[in-house]
């Protein structure tokens, strides 16, 4: 297994000032979010377009490190000191990873099967990019907890949850092809192959089990522990069991794409192609998704911002990695269509809010951030801008 810089997409429609211009706009309201929330954290989304603090939790204060989405504003002020070389950004990300080692130490909030998002963003890039040597042990002892979740027979790590608790034993989610990224790393740095394997079980699980014949995807699949046996599909964020939530979809094709180039299987670049051609197919004339793919033009459901953003850096991830030279160009096409409605119709004017893009949902069946911006909507979008404008750039992932 490698983890090699990115090649995805080589040339983009989108004029090189415009993205130019999107890009200095983001790093201009990820300096400004500096100094208005300083070293605490702000929620997961806003809330009339700006973003509250982040709530007080089991014994954690107000404005700290708990929940799955902290790690996305070291990963914005990561991207922006790449783009500026202003240590203003690499000053707060470097504070940033020292709280987030003394989550993993004091093990806050941490059983949970995120640890890939927050880690890889906060701590891993930490290493690389600044030789943090205490960053890269807190994401090593993150990996390692993280494989405590990993479920013999059925060879998956569990998303949520206890691992007693009798409601989430056995269960795994579409959004934890994004973590295994974490376990790749420690591979990498340590050649323990148990990582490697862990990584090539629960995507190959995944690749069979959570992709449906007409290649939508669950939401969630649970695994009988005992046998190992799969046994059901069910959504926490669709619009219902069957449908197709899609920031599941997009986190599909950007997920498989990563863990085929991790690991060189095919069977996971198939299925990124599945889960991206679903997905292009239900985009709407502005091609930004509805927060499920059930809903079509004319639809006052709301639309995912964040669902758009995954997708455009999962499909130059795809085209990167595709062994088809007319798909790779259909797909780099896509994310660019995508990523130009984006900058001319999701982002804010000035005033207007504290983040980068708007209209996401979090969650509508649990009546969370529904229109509203949320930190992996913002942290994807920058990152979608970066890797169009910068092919060589060098995912976090």
Request: a negative charge; one cysteine or more; proline letters at 4%.
């Amino acid at each position: 297994m490698t983890s090699l810089p990115s090649t995805a997409g080589r040339t983009t429609a989108i004029p090189a000032e415009t993205l130019a211009e999107a890009i200095a706009a983001a790093v201009e309201t990820t300096r400004g979010n500096i100094a208005r929330f300083g070293d605490r954290y702000p929620d997961d989304t806003t809330d009339g377009g700006f973003y509250p603090l982040r709530p007080a939790a089991d014994g954690v204060p107000e404005g700290g490190n708990h929940g799955w989405t902290t790690s996305f504003v070291p990963g914005m002020q990561w991207i922006a000191w790449e783009a500026t070389g202003d240590d203003v950004f690499r000053g707060a990300a470097l504070r940033h990873a020292a709280d987030f080692g003394e989550r993993i130490r004091g093990h806050v909030d941490v059983d949970m099967h995120d640890l890939g998002f927050l880690y890889s963003l906060a701590c891993v890039t930490a290493w690389r990019l600044a030789g943090d040597e205490d960053a890269r042990q807190s994401a090593i002892a993150a990996a390692d907890y993280l494989m405590t979740r990993f479920l013999e027979p059925a060879g998956i790590i569990q998303a949520w949850g206890d691992l007693s608790d009798p409601a989430q034993r056995g269960r795994t989610i579409i959004d934890s092809l994004m973590n295994m990224p974490l376990l790749t790393w420690a591979y990498e740095q340590t050649g323990e192959e148990r990582y490697a394997d862990a990584v090539r079980r629960h995507t190959l699980q995944l690749r069979e089990n959570i992709i449906r014949p007409d290649d939508t995807t669950f939401h969630t699949f649970f695994w009988d522990v005992e046998t190992g046996e799969p046994l059901r599909g069910s959504t926490a964020q669709g619009a219902h069991d069957d449908s197709c939530w899609a920031r599941g979809q997009a986190w599909g094709i950007y997920g498989f794409a990563l863990n085929h180039r991790d690991t060189g299987d095919e069977r996971f670049l198939d299925a990124s192609r599945r889960c991206a051609d679903y997905f292009l197919k239900h985009l709407p004339a502005d091609a930004v998704s509805y927060w499920d793919l059930v809903y079509t033009d004319g639809s006052d459901a709301p639309r995912d911002s964040s669902a758009a953003a995954i997708a455009v850096s999962g499909l130059r991830e795809l085209a990167g990695v595709e062994t088809d030279a007319a798909n790779a160009e259909r797909y780099i096409a896509a994310a660019d269509r995508i990523l130009a409605s984006l900058i001319a119709h999701y982002t804010p004017a000035d005033g207007e809010s504290d983040a980068l893009i708007l209209h996401g949902v979090y969650s509508l069946p649990a009546d969370a951030g529904v229109d509203e911006a949320n930190l992996w909507g913002d942290y994807f979008y920058l990152e979608a801008l970066m890797r169009t404008a910068h092919p060589d750039w060098r995912l976090y992932w």
